[in-house]
Structure formats: C-alpha cells, structure tokens
C-alpha cells in the first residue's frame, strides 16, 4: 500500500476469466484459463491452460459457466482467487 495525501491507495488486483470444470466442492469452485499465445521460435500458435481454485460463498456457478475471477488474500492452501461475476451462462 502507498500513502499519497494520507490516503491508503491500493494496488491493482488481478482479474482473470476462464471456464468452470467443476464444482462439486462446498464454496470452491475450479475454473480453468485457456491462453493462445505463439511460440517465440517456430511461430506457432499453442495453446495453454492453468487451473485456478476459487471460493464460491454462495456457490453460484455451475459447470461450464464463463466466470470473472479477482486474487485475493491465501484462504486455504491453495485457494487465494475468488468469485467476481458470472459472464455467461452454461446451457
């Protein structure tokens, strides 16, 4: 936190959003981010995952739901993301 005219300003949080595989924990939900970015050699696009665990207080979501996430303080070992909004629906 930085102190600018005696007022706490705080950084920017990260925000990512990606596609629920799963949700059968209580309050925790698994949300996966596809990337398609290009090799840096042989130019080729590849595509990559990375899984987030997410708290869910409401458990809301579903599977297959596009979500908006935020990070936040470590809740447990290996949840520190959380639920912002639901982009869309899964059908």
Do not use: A, F
């Amino acid at each position: 936190m930085i102190e600018k005219n005696k007022k706490i300003i705080r950084n920017n949080r990260k925000q990512k959003q990606g596609i629920v595989i799963s949700d059968k924990m209580n309050k925790t939900i698994i949300v996966s981010e596809v990337k398609k970015i290009k090799h840096k050699y042989y130019g080729k696009s590849i595509t990559k995952k990375k899984k987030y665990m997410v708290h869910d207080e409401k458990n809301i979501s579903k599977n297959g739901d596009k979500v908006n996430i935020m990070e936040i303080r470590p809740i447990s070992k290996n949840k520190c993301w959380r639920l912002v909004s639901i982009l869309e629906k899964s059908k």
